[in-house]
């Protein structure tokens, strides 16, 4: 009962990238840099093992961002041709490459990473990629001119190698679709169908992360401006719920998303957020099963997994670790008091 997994992402070593920092640069080059990144690979497995995680993840160790890491082996992008273009609907400035031919792969993707994080964790192991929505709204389109057209050439480069991830055996693989909380109109629509084309014949569990963002400034702020209830999820989870992807990753704790909203994922697995990324105070373990307890009011326990809310990427690596433990602890606590 409550088996733990985080939303994917663990802060880098300070010896591997930029510390705190979102688009962090490489420490290294060449095949330094290729060792270097297994070498945080096993820490981030390590450290969630040491946590009490039951469903681990690589950590996100080998990608620079959560979006670019995957772009970069995608053929018809021109990283050199770099723009700056508004995220999640202007909310901040990033600069970004520019599709500029038709979309395919290269080459795999993510093999190494996922290979070897296989080859070191008897735990199920999880493996993040960025949802189609996302990426089309954190990238230039210079030749497509529709970003549906767009999203669905992603989508099905996105299922290329999702596929060769579940050959590599990976237990689930989870979709971060932040852009999902940004155009819900569109994310009911044409949004969960690209979903849909980039999970297609996978027969590992499939998961889509949607949330408010990573603890940024320009997030915060936004959070700040959204009244005392969020009420986005509205609009998107009755459509999740008749999607085809097994599970749900949101943001729970510290988060002001009224949790009898859940009721709107019936028939799905809640990646249930009960630690905050946004802050560097640490939950105890009180606190997590606190978020688990009313949880449980909306959704059956064996439906519930115990989460991070987002990505901890920008976080210092203590208090990561830190949050880590408490997450742990919190589900094994949650346990004896609801079980």
């Not at 490459?97 to 979309?103: A, E, K, M, S």
């Not at 669905?152 to 290329?160: E, G, P």
């Not at 055996?169 to 932040?178: K, T």
Request: hydrophobic fraction near 45%; charge should be neutral.
């Amino acid at each position: 009962m409550f088996p733990t997994s985080i939303a994917g992402s663990l802060p880098k070593p300070s010896w591997l990238a930029e510390p705190a920092k979102l688009w962090p640069t490489w420490r290294l080059a060449g095949a330094d840099l290729e060792a270097a990144k297994l070498d945080a690979t096993l820490i981030a497995l390590k450290t969630q093992e040491d946590a009490g995680i039951d469903i681990v993840t690589d950590g996100e160790q080998s990608r620079q961002h959560f979006v670019h890491g995957f772009l970069e082996s995608v053929a018809g992008i021109d990283f050199a041709k770099r723009v700056e273009m508004g995220i999640r609907n202007d909310r901040y400035k990033a600069m970004v490459p520019t599709v500029t031919g038709p979309l395919s792969l290269k080459d795999r993707v993510h093999a190494a990473e996922a290979r070897f994080a296989r080859a070191h964790t008897s735990r199920k192991l999880k493996f993040t990629l960025p949802g189609p929505m996302t990426i089309v709204d954190t990238i230039a389109d210079g030749y497509y001119g529709d970003r549906v057209k767009m999203a669905f050439a992603f989508a099905d480069a996105l299922n290329q190698e999702a596929r060769a991830l579940a050959a590599d055996g990976v237990d689930v693989i989870q979709f971060d679709e932040p852009a999902f909380n940004v155009y819900m109109d569109e994310a009911a629509g044409w949004g969960i169908d690209a979903l849909h084309r980039a999970a297609a014949g996978l027969i590992c569990t499939t998961a889509v992360h949607i949330c408010y963002g990573y603890g940024i400034p320009a997030n915060v702020a936004w959070k700040a401006a959204l009244g005392a209830d969020w009420r986005q999820y509205e609009k998107i989870f009755p459509a999740l719920a008749r999607s085809r992807i097994a599970q749900v990753s949101l943001e729970c704790r510290n988060s002001r998303v009224p949790l009898e909203l859940l009721r709107l994922l019936d028939g799905k697995d809640v990646l249930l957020g009960v630690i905050d990324v946004a802050t560097d105070a640490v939950e105890t373990p009180e606190e997590v099963a606190a978020v688990i307890g009313e949880a449980l009011r909306y959704v059956p326990r064996e439906r519930i997994v115990p989460c991070t809310n987002c990505g901890m990427a920008p976080m210092r690596r203590d208090i990561a670790d830190a949050k880590l433990l408490a997450l742990g602890a919190g589900a094994r606590l949650a346990r004896q008091r609801f079980g």
